[in-house]
């Protein structure tokens, strides 16, 4: 069965550094996302991207964060300049169509600022 | 920003018998409903939906219930077996902002021998 694949799956990282995290999504899918959840919090949807542009963001998706399609396989989410805050678990998810339905999501990346 | 509720972080049910998880939810713009599944150190991974039109859908030993006047809806799962063991999020999303889920905070269900 087709998956999003996410790497790395752990990354440690001291506040004020860049990370980019890296997802391949499944190949004839046309949208993706990212979400993230604070250990112990909800699942929050952060971005939604189709056709090389966001489509939608939540308030959480702020200047210090930034997603590209750089070489039509992969889409990555980058931070700008880590807080402790940051800390949490990443998703990456992908879709064939728009709309709830039929999103896959990846296993994650967790990612740890120190 | 509560607008997705299950009020219940965790039910432990015996193996053979029902499951049932609970959801509320508080913005009537909601028009479609998920549930998602998920073990550890794995993504949440699609089970079942609903759309604000039916009040049931079923698929397997799964069943969802919508109860639009309640705001409510449940996930029946019958019988329950050991591979259920995981954490359930109730999901909801708009037609007016379809490709964004609101996720609700979890249940994790036990099934006991």
């Known amino acids: 069965e087709p998956e999003v694949t996410q790497t790395p799956s752990h990354q440690v990282t001291q506040m004020g550094q860049e990370v980019i995290l890296r997802c391949v999504p499944i190949?004839?899918?046309?949208?993706f996302y990212w979400y993230r959840q604070i250990l112990g919090q909800k699942v929050e949807f952060l971005v939604s991207f189709y056709n090389n542009e966001i489509s939608e963001k939540s308030e959480i998706f702020d200047d210090q964060f930034s997603v590209e399609r750089p070489d039509g396989s992969n889409f990555t989410l980058k931070i700008r300049s880590t807080k402790l805050e940051d800390s949490a678990m990443y998703f990456c998810?992908?879709?064939?169509?728009?709309?709830?339905?039929?999103?896959?999501f990846g296993s994650g990346t967790r990612l740890t600022v120190v | 920003d509560q607008q997705v509720k299950q009020n219940s972080p965790s039910l432990s049910v015996q193996e053979g018998r029902i499951s049932i998880l609970n959801c509320d939810y508080t913005n009537s713009m909601f028009d479609y409903f998920l549930w998602y599944k998920k073990y550890p150190a794995e993504g949440p991974t699609f089970l079942i939906s609903?759309?604000?039109?039916?009040d049931k859908n079923e698929d397997g030993r799964f069943t969802v219930f919508l109860n639009k006047s309640a705001k409510h809806l449940s996930l029946h799962i019958v019988p329950s077996q050991p591979g259920d063991s995981a954490v359930y999020f109730c999901?909801?999303?708009?037609?007016?902002?379809?490709?964004?889920?609101?996720f609700g905070s979890g249940t994790r269900l036990s099934i006991r021998p």
């Open positions: 998810a992908s879709s064939v169509s728009q709309g709830a339905d039929g999103y896959t």
């Open positions: 999901a909801a999303s708009a037609y007016s902002s379809a490709s964004k889920i609101i």
């Open positions: 190949s004839n899918h046309l949208y």
């Open positions: 609903i759309s604000s039109i039916k």
